[in-house]
C-alpha cells in the first residue's frame, strides 16, 4: 500500500472517529445535560458554552466530515488537485455560511435558496429519469432506491424550512412548535435509501467484473 493510501485511511478513521465519539455518543450527554438545566447550570458543567468540550462537539460533525472527504479522496489516489479543490473549497465553503450564524433573519433568502433547491432536485429527476431509461434488473433496483432517497431527502428540506420558519411568522406565534420528529424520519429513511442504493450498485458492479 503507498504513503498516500495509508495517509488517507488515517485521515479517514480520524474523521469518522470524530463524528461518532464526539458528533453521536457525545450528544447523548449533550442533549440530556442542556434539557433538564439552565444555561447558568450548564457552565458549571463540563458542556459550559465556551468551554472546549463545547466547541469540539458544535464542530464534530462538519469537521469530521470534511476530514474523513479528505482522507477518501486519498485512499481512492484522487488527483493532488482533486483533494486540495476540496479541501480547501469546503473548508472555504464552511467558513463563510458560519458568517451567518448570528444573522438576522432575511426572509428572501429562503425563497431564493428554497427556489433553487426545488430547481435542482428537477432537474436531478430529469436527469435520473434519463439514466434511468437504459438501466435493467438490479441495476435499475439500485436507481429506484435512489429516487426513494431523493425523494425523502426534498421532503425533508420541506420540513426544516417549516420548522426553522414558524417562530418568524406572527400568525403561528401563538401554535405549538412543530415537533421535529418526522423531519428526523425523513432524513433517516432519505440516507438509508441512498446507502441501499449504492449497495446494490456496488454488487451489480461487483458481479459484473
Known amino acids: 500500500m503507498s504513503v498516500k493510501r495509508r495517509v488517507g485511511f488515517a485521515t479517514l478513521w480520524l474523521g469518522i472517529a470524530y463524528m461518532v465519539v464526539i458528533g453521536w455518543v457525545a450528544s447523548w450527554s449533550f442533549a440530556a445535560t442542556f434539557r433538564s438545566q439552565t444555561f447558568a447550570e450548564v457552565n458549571e458543567t463540563i458542556w459550559a458554552m465556551n468551554g472546549p468540550l463545547f466547541w469540539s462537539w458544535v464542530f464534530s460533525v462538519p469537521a469530521g466530515a470534511l476530514i474523513a472527504g479528505v482522507g477518501l479522496l486519498l485512499v481512492v489516489n484522487a488527483k493532488a488537485s482533486h483533494v486540495w479543490a476540496f479541501g ?12 451567518f450564524q448570528g444573522a438576522p433573519h432575511f426572509p428572501p433568502v429562503f425563497g431564493v435558496v428554497g427556489g433553487l433547491i426545488l430547481g435542482c432536485f428537477l432537474m436531478i429527476l430529469w436527469l435520473w429519469a434519463k439514466k434511468r431509461m437504459t438501466l435493467e434488473g438490479r441495476a435499475g433496483t439500485a436507481a429506484d432506491l435512489q429516487l426513494a432517497g431523493y425523494v425523502f431527502l426534498i421532503i425533508a428540506m420541506w420540513q426544516a424550512c417549516g420548522l426553522a420558519g414558524q417562530r418568524f ?12 420528529i418526522s423531519l428526523i424520519l425523513y432524513l433517516g429513511l ?6 441501499l442504493s449504492h449497495y446494490v450498485d456496488w454488487r451489480v458492479r461487483l458481479e459484473a467484473d
Request: hydrophobic share 55%; no cysteine.
Open 88 to 99: 480547501v473549497g469546503m473548508l472555504v465553503g464552511l467558513s463563510v455560511i458560519g458568517q
Open 169 to 180: 411568522y406572527q400568525a403561528l406565534s401563538s401554535v405549538d412548535p412543530m415537533s421535529p
Open 190 to 195: 432519505g440516507w438509508l435509501f441512498l446507502l
